[in-house]
């Protein structure tokens, strides 16, 4: 084998190192960016948990309380019946 069938060799492996080398570090990024948005999911899931907890507890705390509500209602719609009723 001559020198420059070599250099050639040497060339073609050194481009193929580099090319490999470089896929790498995309690869490297794309894996970073990956694993930034498995974070976001976490965190937006989190989020999502919260928000389900409150709104289970606002309803919650809506039913405690309708018993009220439909107390005030029926005294608000009495009082209209009893206006309406003077009113000719």
């Known amino acids: 084998m001559e020198f420059s069938e070599l250099q050639q060799i040497v060339e073609?492996?050194?481009r193929s190192i580099q090319a490999l080398s470089d896929r790498l570090a995309e690869l490297t990024i794309i894996q970073e960016e990956a694993q930034e948005e498995r974070?976001?999911?976490r965190d937006?899931?989190?989020?999502?948990?919260?928000?389900?907890?409150?709104?289970?507890n606002l309803l919650s705390s809506l039913d405690d309380a309708r018993p009220t509500m439909l107390r005030k209602l029926s005294a608000?719609?009495?009082?209209?019946?009893?206006?309406?009723?003077?009113d000719p």
């Open 39 to 41: 974070q976001e999911l």
């Open 76 to 86: 608000i719609e009495n009082k209209l019946d009893e206006l309406l009723e003077r």
């Open 12 to 14: 073609s492996n050194a």
């Open 44 to 56: 937006a899931t989190i989020r999502l948990e919260r928000l389900s907890e409150g709104v289970v």
